[in-house]
């Protein structure tokens, strides 16, 4: 199991939203890049970067923030946010993102979520955000009428590389993660399943370290992290312990 710590971008700075909602944003961080180089110290193998501001624009808007993380560390990372065409896909993954998360455009343009993934094997992720059970898209701004295990299926011959699902409900008020729905999207798909939205603390970690959570391939861990809720190095001992490997 590989835990993410979560680089969320807002207007270049480290921020944490609650549910979503950009009018509610915590600044962690003025240095994203000395946020990741922090991560890195602590451990961990593999950054999770959201650019905000991106999500909701449709194209980058944090690139230079995301550039300097990319300079300032040499584990894999992860980026999601304004990844709707296939130039902003070779682009990001030229500059060395690791794996790009395609969210908004696996619902309104899933052709592109195929041709990407063909393209580069591997690298890309399908990023699904839910509220009450339906795939959310523009930033969270507007729900669909798919719900998850509809849209993670569309993807199951696609070679994608993993599903990141968020509840969005949780995501941002330390609630514990949404495992049931996560679970059932897991048993729904081939695809190997990231659960994002509401981590808490240790006690998650011991929760996805279960034998009948073997199917998760991860999480994603936020807000707990910052408020120091979650001591990674006791998080990633037990992971550890547990045999679960860190990196993708």
């Known amino acids: 199991m590989i835990l993410f710590p979560a ?4 207007q270049g700075q480290c921020v944490r939203l609650v549910r979503g909602d950009m009018n509610q944003a915590t600044v962690f961080n003025d240095d994203p890049a000395a946020q990741a180089q922090t991560f890195v110290a602590q451990g961990f193998e593999y950054l999770h970067v959201v650019d905000l501001d991106g999500a909701f624009a449709g194209k980058p808007v944090n690139a230079e923030a995301v550039s300097a993380i990319l300079a300032a560390c040499k584990i ?3 980026l999601g946010g304004g ?3 296939m130039a902003t896909i070779e682009g990001w993954l030229a500059r060395g993102v690791s794996r790009v998360i395609i969210g908004t455009a696996a619902v309104r343009d ?9 393209l580069n094997p591997g690298r890309v992720a399908v990023g699904i955000d839910a509220r009450n059970g339906l795939v959310a898209v523009e930033g969270w701004a507007e729900v669909s009428q798919l719900t998850a295990a509809e849209l993670g299926k569309r993807f199951e011959d696609a ?3 993993a599903i990141i699902y968020t509840d969005i409900a949780r995501d941002g008020v330390l609630a514990g993660l ?3 729905a996560t679970m059932a999207l897991a048993e729904a798909v ?4 990231i659960a994002s939205g509401g981590f808490a603390s240790i006690d998650d970690v011991r929760e996805l370290l279960k034998p009948e959570r073997r199917k998760l391939a991860g999480a994603i861990a936020g807000r707990a992290l910052y408020d120091g809720r979650i001591d990674p190095a006791a998080a990633l001992a ?3 312990a547990a045999g679960g490997k860190r990196n993708a």
């Open 178 to 180: 949404n495992l049931d």
């Open 7 to 10: 680089i969320d971008l807002k």
């Open 110 to 118: 899933p052709s592109l979520v195929r041709e990407a993934a063909r």
């Open 76 to 78: 894999p990372l992860q």
């Open 190 to 193: 081939d695809i190997p399943v």
């Open 238 to 240: 037990l992971i550890r």
């Open 83 to 85: 990844i709707r065409d």
């Open 159 to 161: 070679g994608v590389a």
